[in-house]
């Protein structure tokens, strides 16, 4: 079964929830981070336990590079070993890495981050050179075994700057996610989706339905639930057909133990119940 | 001094040379390459030899991070040990990463690479996300010790998917480039320069002349010399008042041993001869 379609599935059998592992040594309780000799090794055995606690009712976890590159050669280490631990859990891993290059460069990004230790199912890449920094990635999505979300439409205060300007009739956003679900179409899977997602975030409902409506073969990567204040009622037009997309939180999982409503639970326990509730929110919005 | 002012005075005295050390273990001579252990042993070797042999006569050093991902941890390894290296022959860095992210993971990035052991001191990011992608990176830039080289018109075929598209009745990247000139007025140097500079590709030279009118106080990171086919006339437009900016080759001058007109050298000192030959190409056009 290709990767596009397991992801699919999943969605279908345990709902939308992406984990993000932006992990910060900063949102380990102090007592569990003082037991290790590095932040980094704190971090490696925090990720395993959220993992533990999470694989059988998340869709799929999003490690973010970022966090792991700020420690350090032994945080690159940490990043290398919790993917490997997601792969021994048969979990499906989102690097969330954003590289955007071309050519010879891009076919290194490739090498990267889909063989060797930061071997990954899918990784995000960011498309302002041109969609020919998509095309170093095909070899590997040509074996159904890899895939790709693309930046197409996110929702911080400077999305306006690029994303946003208006050419040839409409923002620049649609005209890249156009563009990709174009390329897309030869990596499609039998559930109708993409192995070419799209990174799409909650703006107003007017955006997110037309996103939904233009890019109708397109999986979603979804930021943005909880700590950066998007809704369920928002991403609802994102998600059809029972899938159409996964939805990532992070800090809002990884720092539930610090919730009132948590309190007594261990942190693991803490991001269960709360991946669980988000799922519900989200199922049952 | 500040930063950009000792990059512009080392243009003044050693010409306009930036040497990428993109190093891919194919490109070193076969001999040398099975001396040692590994690939990650091989091209640290290498361009340790390469640093060597011309650190006299380029103004900066370019070091792409997608060579030594691919290569994982052991890789990585590498590119801290090259960085470690240049800071010890007082080179100047720029690692070209293109990160752009927002918010806590772009603060992590600037962590990862304005500190530790992948410290440079001018980093390459991409803006297709906006602005407030560049403002984690601000605190460092406003010791006067760091730098930014930010994405604006390149030159690959895919350029005018985002860049080349015409929104406010002119190019995207003129916008990009003229909101990052505004950012980077707090950054200015005495040389008149920002520390947030600026990648631009060869292309035309209407667009090139074009470029540099709009952004006059832009400092210019030029890749594209030699393997990308770009000039020296082309190049010229961009460089002005005796600097302007520095011109990239990596694979031009890293796999120069195999050129006929080199034959009998080592790589170093072929890589040296075609560094000295780039320069003076550039400064007597």
Same mark, same amino acid.
């Given at each position: 079964m290709k990767l596009i379609d397991r992801l699919h599935q999943r969605v279908m059998e345990k709902g939308h929830v992406c984990l993000g *592992? $932006?992990? $910060? %040594? %900063?949102? =380990?309780p102090e007592d569990f981070r003082k037991g290790f000799e590095s932040d980094a090794a704190a971090v490696l055995a925090f990720n395993k336990e959220i993992i533990d606690s999470t694989h059988d009712i998340v869709a799929v976890y999003k490690v973010q590079i970022a966090y792991y590159e700020a420690m350090g050669l032994a945080g690159m280490e940490t990043y290398a070993k919790t993917l490997a631990y997601l792969r021994e859990k048969q979990a499906i891993i989102i690097a969330d890495v954003k590289r955007g290059d071309i050519a010879k460069t891009a076919e290194m990004y490739a090498a990267a981050h889909f063989t @060797? $230790?930061? +071997? %990954? !199912?899918f990784i995000t890449v960011s498309p302002y050179m041109g969609? $020919?920094? =998509? +095309?170093?990635y095909f070899p590997y999505l040509a074996t159904g075994e890899k895939g790709l979300f693309v930046l197409v439409a996110t929702s911080n205060p400077? %999305?306006? !700057?690029? +994303?946003?300007l208006i050419a040839d009739d409409q923002p620049v956003y649609l005209t890249v996610g156009e563009k990709t679900a174009k390329l897309g179409e030869q990596f499609a899977g039998e559930c109708g989706y993409s192995a070419i997602g799209g990174v799409v975030g909650c703006t107003n409902s007017q955006d997110t339905q037309r996103i939904r409506q233009r890019l109708p073969g397109m999986f979603f990567l979804i930021p943005g639930y909880g700590a950066q204040g998007g809704t369920a009622s928002e991403i609802a037009h994102y *998600?059809?057909? @029972?899938?159409?997309g996964v939805v990532n939180s992070s800090r809002g999982i990884l720092m539930s133990w610090k919730k009132p409503e948590h309190a007594g639970k261990s942190f693991a326990a803490a991001a269960r119940d709360e991946a669980i509730a988000m799922r519900d929110d989200i199922l049952f919005f």
């Open positions: *592992l $932006d992990t $910060d %040594a %900063a949102y =380990l @060797g $230790d930061f +071997e %990954a !199912d969609m $020919d920094t =998509l +095309e170093p400077g %999305a306006p !700057d690029i +994303e946003g *998600l059809h057909k @029972g899938s159409g």
